[in-house]
Nanobody, 122 residues
Framework: EVQLVESGGGLVQPGGSLSVSCAAS????????MSWVRQAPGKGLEWVST????????IYADSVKGRFTISRDNANNTLYLQMNSLKPEDTAVYYC???????????????WGQGTLVNISS
């Protein structure tokens, strides 16, 4: 059974930092491009970042470039997102997702986690 389990969400003040994680199981983690996608309250899904399989290539949405860093640990089947200089508009449920190739199209992802809530507020 494929599982993606996010953790690490919480309440953070504007300007603060937070790291979220995603533990994967049930599929060949290292063979998949892994991504973060978020959904703000009342809005649609927004792609955030992707880390390709078999290399170090990463891509970011313009809205988070320079503030967020995606990383992965293939030995432990874990995906991370380090978020710095957080803004209220970063408030969202953050999902990790797995896809067969490097893409920013959420419709291309094969597996999804249940999400973790990140709330940026003073």
């Amino acid at each position: 059974e494929v599982q993606l389990v996010e953790s690490g969400g919480g309440l953070v003040q504007p300007g603060g930092s937070l790291s979220v994680s995603c533990a994967a199981s049930g599929f060949s983690f290292s063979s998949y491009a892994m991504s973060w996608v978020r959904q703000a309250p009342g809005k649609g899904l927004e792609w955030v970042s992707t880390f390709r399989s078999g290399g170090v290539t990463t891509i970011y949405a313009d809205s988070v470039k320079g503030r967020f860093t995606i990383s992965r640990d293939n030995a432990n089947n874990t995906l991370y997102l380090q978020m710095n200089s957080l803004k209220p508009e970063d408030t969202a449920v953050y999902y990790c997702a797995a896809g067969a190739f490097l893409t920013c199209q959420v419709s291309d992802f094969d597996y999804w986690g249940q999400g973790t809530l990140v709330n940026i507020s003073s």
